[in-house]
């Protein structure tokens, strides 16, 4: 009988062994019943809450995908308005700069060829008088555009917050 015994046990561990060896390639576990999946049928119910889960995460990235895309834009477009404002800003400021050093030595030039002093308070009166204007209209006109700048970049912005709280209304 153990005779018997020993012919099944090797005949067994043979199949086995022919079974791991006829394993297609890459399958480290083949047909072991310990790691096998049990065959279950999963419910109807769950399968179409797992479908719903799917496809909600599916809409979900899409539009998460689309507001950072649009986000994205805001962004661009904003920095690229500010710069270009910023760039006018500062050529206005340089011209005025000039304007103001060139009237400063135009005087400086005048002051030195008048031939008495009240030649000289005169022109000093007259001088002080003009750059008053001249600093109170650049200054006037660097306000504007500066206000003129903040309204530009805060405009998509206002816009796109505008666009955003449109959806959402509160009962």
Do not use: C, W
């Amino acid at each position: 009988m153990t005779e018997t015994n020993t012919t099944t046990a090797k005949t067994a561990s043979k199949a086995r062994t022919s079974k791991a060896k006829a394993a297609p390639a890459g399958v480290t576990f083949p047909d072991f019943e310990a790691f096998a999946l049990p065959k279950m049928e999963v419910p109807a119910a769950f399968r179409e809450a797992t479908e719903q889960g799917i496809e909600s995460a599916r809409d979900t990235y899409a539009k998460v995908k689309t507001a950072a895309e649009d986000a994205t834009d805001l962004m661009e477009d904003t920095f690229e308005t500010s710069r270009q404002g910023v760039v006018e800003f500062n050529h206005r400021a340089v011209d005025a700069a000039k304007t103001n050093a060139d009237a400063t030595f135009n005087f400086i030039k005048d002051i030195l060829s008048v031939k008495t002093v009240a030649e000289a308070i005169e022109l000093q009166s007259t001088f002080a008088r003009q750059q008053f204007d001249a600093l109170s209209s650049q200054t006037k006109e660097m306000q504007e555009l500066a206000t003129k700048l903040g309204t530009d970049v805060s405009a998509p912005v206002k816009e796109a917050m505008e666009k955003s709280f449109k959806g959402l209304s509160v009962n």
